[in-house]
């Protein structure tokens, strides 16, 4: 992870997932991970790809990709492991993702009305405007259902 800027702004942890990026408030984020083996059993739950076993702990990993970018992410060089509510506790998560992920600061802009509930803003990054995202309902959301066009709520 490279380190972009440094102030007394909030800062951001920016991830690659297909080709775009999108960001998580750093202190949500535990680690970036190496890949490591998924292990995959029978569930019907959204987004769950299956689970990983890290620094001793069970962490299920999302398939972030399939609501953010329309379709999961062919390749993976991280999981980015986060913090979740669930309830009133917290748990690990993780998200694989594809390229490199950088440390930014800045103030995040409020999200457009028809964003979906997991984008709750905007942050300038290297002249583009990326979603920041809630991970907790960003874990909680539903992968698009067949025949729709694309992610939720998300232009391509």
Same mark, same amino acid.
């Given at each position: 992870?490279?380190?972009?800027?440094?102030?007394?702004?909030?800062?951001?942890?920016?991830?690659?997932?297909?080709?775009?990026?999108? $960001?998580? &408030?750093?202190?949500?984020?535990? *680690? #970036? !991970?190496?890949?490591?083996?998924?292990?995959?059993? @029978?569930?019907?739950? +959204?987004?769950?790809?299956?689970?990983?076993?890290?620094?001793?702990?069970?962490?299920?990993?999302?398939?972030?990709?399939?609501?953010?970018?329309?379709?999961?992410?062919?390749?993976?060089?991280?999981?980015?492991?986060?913090?979740?509510?669930?309830?009133?506790?917290?748990?690990?998560? $993780?998200? &694989?993702?594809?390229?490199?992920? *950088? #440390? !930014?600061?800045?103030?995040?802009?409020?999200?457009? @009305?028809?964003?979906? +509930?997991?984008?709750?803003?905007?942050?300038?990054?290297?002249?583009?405007?990326?979603?920041?995202?809630?991970?907790?309902?960003?874990?909680?959301?539903?992968?698009?259902?067949?025949?729709?066009?694309?992610?939720?709520?998300?232009?391509?």
């Amino acid at each position: 992870m490279s380190e972009t800027q440094t102030s007394g702004q909030p800062s951001f942890v920016v991830m690659q997932i297909g080709r775009r990026h999108f $960001a998580l &408030p750093s202190d949500t984020v535990v *680690e #970036l !991970a190496p890949p490591v083996r998924l292990h995959k059993f @029978p569930h019907d739950s +959204p987004l769950l790809a299956g689970v990983i076993v890290r620094r001793g702990r069970i962490v299920p990993v999302y398939d972030a990709a399939s609501v953010l970018v329309g379709s999961a992410a062919l390749t993976q060089r991280f999981y980015l492991i986060a913090r979740r509510r669930v309830g009133k506790s917290a748990e690990f998560g $993780a998200i &694989p993702v594809n390229g490199e992920c *950088e #440390l !930014a600061s800045g103030e995040m802009s409020a999200p457009q @009305p028809e964003r979906p +509930p997991f984008v709750v803003g905007t942050l300038a990054f290297n002249d583009e405007s990326i979603d920041v995202l809630d991970f907790s309902a960003l874990a909680a959301s539903r992968p698009p259902a067949a025949g729709d066009s694309g992610p939720t709520g998300l232009p391509s």
